[in-house]
């Protein structure tokens, strides 16, 4: 296996092992929520915080696995199927930072990466209607 390049985000913070934490602890959260559960239809979460864990790997500078597997990334198309509004954006959020809180990175990557989720996070919303 090639040495990782100490250059990308993803290696600074501490590469796979940091992902998957955060990702893990996302997704803790999300299935003790149940409005924001309702947007993963499948009963169980592990394959939904298997392609989180890889898209965000992927594009902090990881291994490409995510695109090998599943092709471009495409956010806003593969989340088209599901009704995402505002007040389901601010749950993510929550618990997307609840989760970032765990992993005691430094205030430069912490900031970095909450700025990056809450900017995905908004522009995936796609509903303004009511829960």
Not at 80 to 91: E, G, K, L
């Amino acid at each position: 296996m090639p040495e990782p390049d100490l250059q990308t985000f993803y290696a600074q913070v501490g590469g796979h092992e940091t992902f998957a934490k955060l990702v893990h602890e996302f997704y803790r959260g999300v299935a003790s929520d149940p409005p924001l559960r309702a947007l993963y239809p499948e009963e169980d979460l592990a394959p939904a915080e298997d392609r989180l864990r890889g898209f965000l790997e992927q594009y902090w500078g990881g291994p490409t696995t995510y695109s090998e597997e599943r092709g471009h990334p495409r956010l806003r198309m593969r989340h088209m199927p599901f009704s995402v509004t505002p007040a389901q954006r601010d749950r993510w959020i929550l618990h997307m930072m609840a989760a970032v809180d765990t992993l005691d990175l430094d205030q430069t990557h912490d900031l970095l990466l909450r700025d990056y989720l809450t900017r995905a996070a908004y522009s995936l919303v796609n509903s303004l209607d009511a829960e």
